[in-house]
């Protein structure tokens, strides 16, 4: 319920402190007892404008404007729209004398730089006086009226679900010396009171899906002044080696229905192992084949023996690995980086600084010519687990913070291949109206959701299920949804065919004869795995046995106190988020090296809505999945 009021200007507590995905750094001015006392006996106008959605945003120097649309009866209209501006915000950052306006007016500019078309918020301003006179008292959840332009003095507080303010653990709209207490009060079990969605949200700043120490030593940090702001891409203390190495990059193969099989494959086998609507961690699952593919393939160049055929035979489906190399060049090096359609792909090797554990050049050099990869050479303590993770939420733009905790490199730990993969595209055809609606689960329990419609072309009748694609911006990916028939996901999953399901997505059927209707829910999910057992499952057993794993290309095993490596872990994270814009996507695979002993026809009408669990992809124009999950129990965030 929106609600109008007069204030005290210094009513209002001005140390706020905001961690983001994005490029804002968190603000926490200094406000003194004068500067306050000075400013009391001005009015202030404060309005909450809740759930609005932001239908347009121009940020500049002095004149930042707004369009919102009011959440109605269920929905966002698109003609209900009302317009707001700061004025000359930018100069009077840079000129005001009082340091109350000051804090103020860069907090407001921060708020601002968090906004983005498309987004629901809830944010609280104050209006200039001038604005006092266009109030409609006559609606106490909306009071603005339309055909007015309303001029906003500050925003005070902001809150939405696509907003993550990092360490603010109760909600206040403060990162303090509080939230630090009651971080160490739920890590040690005796906080009273149990936290909100929000609060969990706020209080998860490395998006492991729990509070945990990492968490408390970054809010510490953070309310100490070490750090400026979360999640932030630190400086590399590890050694590069890139500049050392000359290879230039291989033009690979272009892509092809072959590697688009292989893919799909492997993403196919792995989703069957990944997904399990029973178990808490495996409800809504999603891989990236694409990822998995490149950190194993890369390691799978250092391979030789019974060790490299069943990496070769997993990974390829019946391609080589040197077939492989060259279909990930040739993919790496042509992907779009648009405006609004984008794909960023990052390799790296990390290798430990020991006497005994020489690399050979070859292994190297041959992972720098077909995947760019960078090289790393470091100690493997908790500087290289900073490095790693510094490096992980750069390459995933934020979506993936870390990737490592502190001390879990073993001494045994020699290598680490990772791949990273950050996904953004626009709906070539966005949505404007989220509407409610249920999701009902595995379990049969009802959940409220976000539900965007449309109308779309194509249409799959694969038989066991309906799917249908919607586009992206720029042509080149679709969102594929696949709503399995009455025997359920799990029945459905289970007996997915890669090669049976790459076919029935290979045609659709006559868009003239098919009136299509489909629902897409809004959500947003992370998800991550060890496929230390998984994979072995799929063939590839030796790699995975310290005892039998043969990657002698990889390093010198004729130095004194060499030892043979066999992989430890194979560590996979991935989040995804779909709203009315677009999607936004990422994964990161990292391969655990360790040493041991390695007038027509009346149209058929067809509604598909994935109000129940479903299977998704994002697949390239030639079908090859770059994301592939299922989803069992969806709520609104």
């Known amino acids: 319920m929106g609600y109008f009021k007069k204030l005290a200007a210094g009513a209002v507590s001005l140390s706020l402190a905001l ?19 000075a400013s009391e006996t001005a009015e202030r106008y404060e309005y ?38 700061f004025n000359d915000v930018q100069y009077r950052v840079e000129n005001s004398d009082k340091l109350l ?28 006086e001038d604005c006092k006179d266009y109030i409609n008292n006559d609606d106490p959840d909306f009071p603005l009226k ?89 400086t590399l203390r590890s050694v590069d080696l890139c500049a050392d190495i000359n290879e230039p990059m291989a033009m690979g193969k272009r892509t092809d229905s072959e590697f688009a099989a292989a893919e799909m494959n492997l993403g196919v086998e792995l989703l069957k192992k ?99 990869s960078q090289l790393y050479k470091c100690p493997f303590d908790d500087t290289t687990v900073n490095d790693v993770n510094s490096w992980v939420n750069e390459n995933t733009r934020g979506m993936i913070p870390s990737l490592l905790q502190k001390h879990q490199l073993s001494p045994l730990t020699m290598m680490m291949l990772i791949n990273t993969l950050y996904f953004e595209c626009d709906w070539a055809d966005p949505y404007e109206v989220a ?45 594929v949804g696949i709503l399995p028939h009455d025997d359920g996901i799990v029945k459905y999953v289970n007996s997915l065919d890669a090669k049976k399901l790459a076919e029935g997505l290979s045609e659709y059927e006559d868009p003239e004869t098919i009136e299509l209707h489909v629902m897409i829910p809004k959500f947003k999910y992370s998800y991550n795995a060890s496929l230390k057992k998984i994979l072995p499952e799929l063939g590839m057993e030796q790699a995975f046995d310290p005892t039998k794993a043969d990657f002698s290309k990889i390093n010198d095993l004729s130095v004194d106190g060499a030892l043979p490596l066999y992989i430890d872990d194979v560590l996979h994270k991935t989040r995804i988020e779909v709203c009315e814009k677009g999607v936004k996507a990422a994964a990161v695979t990292a391969v655990m090296m360790a040493c041991g002993a390695a007038m027509p026809e009346p149209k058929k009408k067809v509604y598909i809505e994935l109000d129940r669990p479903f299977v998704y992809m994002i697949l390239d124009q030639n079908n090859v999945p770059v994301f592939i999950g299922a989803a069992s129990e969806i709520e609104e965030e």
């Not at 603000?27 to 500067?35: D, S």
């Not at 306006?101 to 200039?128: H, P």
């Not at 391609?319 to 984008?342: C, H, S, V, W």
């Open 19 to 37: 961690g983001t995905f994005g490029t804002f750094s968190a603000v926490r001015p200094a406000v003194n007892n004068t500067a306050v006392a």
């Open 101 to 128: 306006d000051k804090a103020v007016l860069k907090k407001t500019r921060g708020y601002l730089n968090l906004l983005k078309k498309g987004i629901s918020v809830t944010m609280t301003v104050v209006l200039t």
């Open 435 to 479: 509407y409610d609606g249920i999701f009902t689960d595995y379990n049969g329990n009802e959940h409220n959701i976000k539900t965007m419609y449309s109308e779309e072309a194509h249409y799959y009748d694969l038989g066991d299920a309906d799917a249908f694609d919607k586009p992206f911006a720029g042509g080149n990916y679709k969102f």
């Open 274 to 372: 990944c997904f399990d609507p029973t178990d808490e961690n495996k409800k809504n699952s999603l891989i990236s084949p694409l990822s998995i593919s490149a950190a194993l393939a890369m390691t799978a160049n250092g391979a030789d023996g019974e060790t490299f055929s069943e990496m070769e035979k997993v990974l390829g489906s019946g391609l080589t690995i040197d077939q492989l190399n060259d279909y990930m060049a040739y993919y790496f090096q042509t992907l779009p980086d648009g405006e609004r359609e984008k794909l960023y792909v990052a390799d790296s090797i990390w290798f430990r600084d020991a006497p005994t554990f020489k690399v050979y050049d070859e292994f190297l050099n041959k992972n720098v010519k077909y995947y760019g």
């Open 146 to 234: 339309r055909g007015h332009t309303y001029e906003i003095a500050e925003i005070v507080s902001l809150s939405s679900p696509y907003i993550q303010f990092f360490g603010d653990i109760n909600a206040d709209g403060v990162v303090d010396s509080f939230d630090t207490i009651i971080y160490r009060m739920e890590l040690a079990g005796t906080n009273p009171n149990k936290l909100t969605k929000e609060q969990l949200g706020n209080a998860d700043i490395n998006l492991n899906g729990e509070v945990d120490e990492d968490d408390l030593e970054s809010v510490t940090d953070f309310v100490l002044g070490r750090t400026k702001e979360f999640n932030k891409a630190g």
């Open 48 to 85: 909450t404008l809740e759930n609005v959605m932001i239908s347009e945003i121009e940020l500049n120097d002095y004149y930042p404007t707004l369009k919102v649309i009011p959440y109605r009866y269920g929905y966002y209209e698109a003609f209900d729209e009302y317009e707001l501006y």
